[in-house]
């Protein structure tokens, strides 16, 4: 199938994998660019369709994990660290004293590994997903301008 492609199909496939890495300079770039190149040549051409859904398949699905993983650190967050939002935790409700300002935290208050270790899972996972989105962006741009149709992982079908 590859000697049927054109190399302009192969160039526009391959520029709409490598747009997602706007998200970077543009906020939702991710999105907006790889859709404005799909939407404009998915009619004219097979593959760039395939690769234009594909590509935004794995962006949207890429958002959806962040969110969940948010959603559930959240909890984690204020369940965990409820103190903070104290203002005399830290000794800001003596900011009227200026003589004798200290900020002083109580240990036994301070529950320090009870929050930090669901929190630090979240940011291992979110960590892995960014490296798991370069690194297969990088592939599916290779491999698209060389002709192979790819098919990235973890990615929920929500474009058809």
Do not use: C
Request: hydrophobic residues 50%.
């Amino acid at each position: 199938m590859e000697s049927t492609l054109t190399k302009h199909e192969r160039n526009i496939s391959a520029l709409i994998h490598a747009s997602t890495f706007s998200k970077f300079v543009i906020p939702f770039g991710n999105f907006i660019i790889p859709l404005v190149l799909w939407t404009a040549n998915k009619n004219e051409y097979s593959y760039v369709d395939y690769n234009g859904k594909q590509a935004l398949n794995f962006q949207i699905s890429l958002l959806l994990y962040s969110v969940v993983l948010g959603a559930i650190s959240i909890p984690f967050l204020i369940g965990f660290f409820p103190d903070i939002f104290d203002l005399g935790f830290f000794g800001f409700d003596q900011l009227s004293n200026y003589n004798n300002f200290s900020i002083n935290i109580d240990p036994d208050n301070f529950k320090f590994g009870t929050w930090l270790i669901p929190l630090s899972l979240a940011g291992l996972i979110k960590a892995a997903l960014f490296i798991v989105n370069v690194v297969y962006t990088i592939l599916a741009t290779i491999k698209t301008n060389e002709g192979q149709y790819f098919e990235y992982p973890l990615t929920i079908k929500f474009i058809k």
